[in-house]
């Protein structure tokens, strides 16, 4: 079975690599064309290529997919399927019906539930308790193709973008070793996707700021669903930082101004939220210009005190 793999990332290449480690035939890998990174602006590969390159197999970059050169040299392929994990570009029509198979994405959703780009983040975010990954036929909608194979995973109260991701990663993985194997052998029946459809839109820079006036829940919901990157952010006498490791603390007897610093410890800044009752705490903090520090470090370097008031606006 010929399988072009298309994705980007890291998220992606993890996958890659798992599939051409179980000794599946990857004859072409497609990715994102290189970016500028680093003070240099020097073209840096993109996860996937680098995995691409390790295994010494075909990487193509192109512009576009569904034209142009991008489309010659896949068509010339001609793959019995194609994976795509986080690919980043649409495929239109004549890609979608060039495999034998079809295409297939690795989704680390319950689809339908947050179809789109920041599933993991808005299942954090919302506070589900339970997520997982879905394998699915791409169609030219959105995320709206049949189920080939789909699996669960609770969310811990612990888990944090990052975590949830690792948790994640490896189970769509194992999910797709699986799934070649099967599809191989004829053995993949595709279902409709059932239930109420609800979606994941991009991240954007103003939602990143915290909202004090907000329940703890739901800061501590927020913290977690961009922790470690982007990072949720507030300011403080004009210096933004941003805020890391997030714990829900018991409500306050007394009542505080929202965003207020009420005690500093050396494993914690707790700070006042929704009605000024509420207690979220952080183990880690990072002002603009300098490196994550402690609430110890934070204290002794004069950058916050108890009592100092973080506010969303400048």
Same mark, same amino acid.
């Given at each position: 079975?010929?399988? !072009?793999?298309?994705? $980007?990332?890291?998220?992606?290449?993890? =996958?890659? #690599?798992?599939?051409?480690?179980?000794?599946?035939?990857?004859?072409?890998?497609?990715?994102?064309?290189?970016?500028?990174?680093?003070?240099? &602006?020097?073209?840096? /590969? $993109? /996860?996937?290529?680098?995995?691409?390159?390790?295994?010494? @197999?075909?990487?193509? #970059?192109?512009?576009?997919?569904?034209? *142009?050169?991008?489309? +010659?040299? @896949?068509?010339? @392929?001609?793959?019995? !399927?194609?994976?795509?994990?986080?690919?980043?570009?649409?495929?239109?029509?004549? !890609?979608?019906?060039?495999?034998?198979?079809?295409?297939?994405?690795? =989704?680390?959703?319950?689809?339908?539930?947050?179809?789109?780009?920041? /599933?993991? #983040?808005?299942?954090?975010?919302?506070?589900?308790?339970?997520?997982?990954?879905?394998?699915?036929?791409?169609?030219?909608?959105?995320?709206?193709?049949?189920?080939?194979?789909?699996?669960?995973?609770?969310?811990?109260?612990?888990?944090?973008?990052?975590?949830?991701?690792?948790?994640?990663?490896?189970? *769509?993985?194992?999910?797709?070793?699986?799934?070649?194997?099967?599809?191989?052998?004829? %053995?993949?029946?595709?279902?409709?996707?059932? *239930?109420?459809?609800?979606?994941?839109?991009?991240? $954007?820079?103003?939602? @990143?700021?915290?909202?004090?006036?907000?329940?703890?829940? %739901?800061?501590?919901?927020?913290?977690?669903?961009?922790?470690?990157?982007?990072?949720?952010?507030?300011?403080?006498?004009?210096?933004?930082?941003?805020?890391?490791?997030?714990?829900?603390?018991?409500?306050?007897?007394?009542? =505080?101004?929202?965003?207020?610093?009420?005690?500093?410890?050396?494993?914690?800044?707790?700070?006042?939220?929704?009605?000024?009752?509420?207690?979220?705490?952080?183990? +880690?903090? #990072?002002?603009?210009? +300098?490196?994550?520090?402690?609430?110890?470090? &934070?204290?002794?370097?004069?950058?916050?005190?108890? *009592?100092?008031?973080?506010?969303?606006?400048?």
């Amino acid at each position: 079975m010929k399988i !072009v793999f298309m994705g $980007t990332p890291e998220y992606s290449a993890k =996958h890659l #690599q798992a599939i051409v480690e179980a000794g599946f035939n990857v004859i072409g890998v497609f990715s994102q064309p290189d970016k500028p990174a680093g003070r240099g &602006l020097k073209l840096k /590969p $993109t /996860p996937v290529k680098e995995i691409a390159k390790k295994y010494k @197999l075909p990487v193509y #970059q192109p512009d576009k997919i569904s034209t *142009g050169e991008g489309w +010659k040299a @896949l068509k010339s @392929l001609n793959p019995d !399927v194609i994976i795509v994990v986080s690919y980043g570009k649409i495929l239109r029509k004549n !890609v979608l019906e060039l495999p034998k198979f079809g295409c297939f994405n690795v =989704h680390p959703s319950l689809l339908p539930r947050y179809r789109g780009t920041t /599933p993991i #983040q808005r299942a954090l975010e919302n506070g589900d308790d339970i997520t997982g990954v879905t394998i699915f036929k791409l169609d030219e909608g959105v995320d709206t193709g049949p189920i080939a194979m789909q699996r669960s995973i609770k969310i811990s109260l612990d888990d944090t973008y990052g975590s949830l991701s690792e948790k994640l990663i490896s189970l *769509g993985c194992e999910m797709l070793v699986e799934f070649l194997e099967e599809l191989s052998k004829g %053995k993949i029946e595709l279902k409709p996707q059932k *239930g109420e459809a609800t979606y994941s839109p991009k991240i $954007t820079k103003e939602e @990143l700021f915290i909202d004090w006036s907000m329940s703890g829940e %739901k800061i501590f919901n927020k913290t977690r669903a961009f922790d470690p990157e982007p990072a949720v952010r507030s300011y403080l006498n004009g210096r933004l930082f941003k805020f890391f490791s997030v714990a829900l603390e018991a409500r306050s007897n007394e009542s =505080h101004l929202p965003g207020q610093i009420v005690n500093i410890s050396k494993n914690s800044v707790a700070i006042a939220c929704g009605d000024g009752k509420d207690i979220v705490s952080f183990k +880690k903090l #990072q002002p603009s210009g +300098k490196k994550i520090m402690s609430p110890t470090e &934070l204290k002794n370097g004069r950058l916050i005190k108890e *009592g100092d008031v973080f506010s969303s606006e400048s």
